[in-house]
T-cell receptor
């Protein structure tokens, strides 16, 4: 199992540019989560998909952020336009939701720097 | 009040000692509780979970849950330098739209000294 795959690993961009982060969840998992991690705020849930449908996007900070999950094996998180305060590590995680208790498996993360 | 609170540390313990990490949560509807370990520059990895009051042991790790006090802890016996990391407490509740939502604390940094 390749685990949760995120790309790119690092992204440096200029303020105002569009940034797209990508995620491939573990095959068979039906829940996908996008988190942002900073020193000050820790891990914050941005958006959550269940069976490719967005269930909770209350953590998306502004309209500049959008996320899609067109199929069970791919999701994107887009920031347009990007700002320096968006600099953080963005994690994608997936899980199986059903009977029982399941933790999340995290991808390696994308370290975003907006200058 | 934060939903999940942890002391940021650092918590320093000598090699071979017991490390005790604590976490409190505010949502009484929380159903399952998780401990993740995160090395610097890496992603969080699941160590163990607990959902019933009492203790749960897995190797050198013991998770303890007290729902009445809304308190979760993680004990690491025979601490090793390789245990030096940030430990994240997470609580879960089911969502009406399906699935579980994990809310994380900001983590406790553990340093195991030689």
């Amino acid at each position: 199992d390749a685990g949760v795959i995120q790309s790119p690993r690092h992204e440096v961009t200029e303020m105002g540019q569009e940034v797209t982060l990508r995620c491939k969840p573990i095959s068979g998992h039906n829940s996908l989560f996008w988190y942002r991690q900073t020193m000050m705020r820790g891990l914050e849930l941005l958006i959550y998909f269940n069976n490719n449908v967005p269930i909770d996007d209350s953590g998306m900070p502004e309209d500049r952020f959008s996320a899609k999950m067109p199929n069970a094996s791919f999701s994107t998180l887009k920031i347009q336009p990007s700002e320096p305060r968006d600099s953080a590590v963005y994690f994608c995680a997936s899980s199986f939701w059903g009977q029982g208790i399941y933790g999340y498996t995290f991808g390696s993360g994308t370290r975003l720097t907006v200058v | 009040q934060k939903e999940v609170e942890q002391n940021s540390g650092p918590l320093s313990v000598p090699e071979g000692a017991i490390a005790s990490l604590n976490c409190t949560y505010s949502d009484r509807g929380s159903q399952s509780f998780f401990w993740y370990r995160q090395y610097s520059g890496k992603s969080p990895e699941l160590i163990m979970f607990i959902y019933s009051n009492g203790d749960k042991e897995d190797g050198r790790f013991t998770a303890q849950l007290n729902k009445a006090s809304q308190y979760v802890s993680l004990l690491i016996r025979d601490s090793q330098p390789s245990d030096s990391a940030t430990y994240l407490c997470a609580v879960s509740r089911r969502l009406t739209g399906g699935g579980n939502k994990l809310t994380f604390g900001t983590g406790t940094q553990l340093k195991v000294e030689l």
